[in-house]
């Protein structure tokens, strides 16, 4: 994730090794919908409504935040499942999770959905490296930041 969020302009350096390695995330907040590693990592529901706190606290003190790329089914429903707490949605069901999906919310964030990517979503060509970067180049438009050139050249322009 990190080398994609560096070369999108998000991270001041391709690799995070630890917190004291001096990357510095750019207009970019990192969190998770879950504050455990569940078996097989996948939540259940009690698990995700326990750390729905966490969540709601941390989007919170948020407050100039244009665009939420959600990472995964589990980060999608997560974030939407706030907006319901938050009585900014009032149901979740024309909201359909696929990667690349762009919901413009009632709050006037704009939700971007991507496959999570895992070892799973990646070694499998679910999620490719070029799918992976046109989701931040797109965040990165919509949060009116100016976009560097991609370091790896794109093969074929993405029909917008």
Do not use: W
Request: proline residues 7%; contains cysteine.
């Amino acid at each position: 994730m990190y080398p994609v969020l560096y070369e999108t302009g998000f991270a001041s350096q391709p690799t995070a090794t630890d917190r004291n390695d001096g990357m510095k995330l750019r207009d970019l907040y990192i969190t998770a919908a879950v504050r455990c590693a569940p078996p097989d990592n996948k939540p259940l529901p009690q698990e995700l409504a326990a750390c729905s706190t966490f969540l709601d606290r941390e989007m919170a003190g948020l407050a100039d935040v244009k665009v939420v790329v959600a990472l995964g089914k589990i980060g999608f429903d997560a974030y939407l499942n706030y907006l319901k707490r938050r009585g900014l949605l009032a149901g979740k069901k024309e909201y359909v999770f696929k990667h690349g999906a762009r919901y413009y919310m009632l709050d006037g964030k704009v939700l971007l959905a991507s496959y999570h990517p895992s070892n799973q979503n990646t070694q499998t060509g679910k999620l490719t490296r070029k799918m992976f970067v046109e989701i931040f180049q797109e965040a990165a438009r919509i949060a009116d930041r100016e976009v560097e050139a991609p370091l790896v050249p794109a093969r074929s322009p993405v029909p917008r």
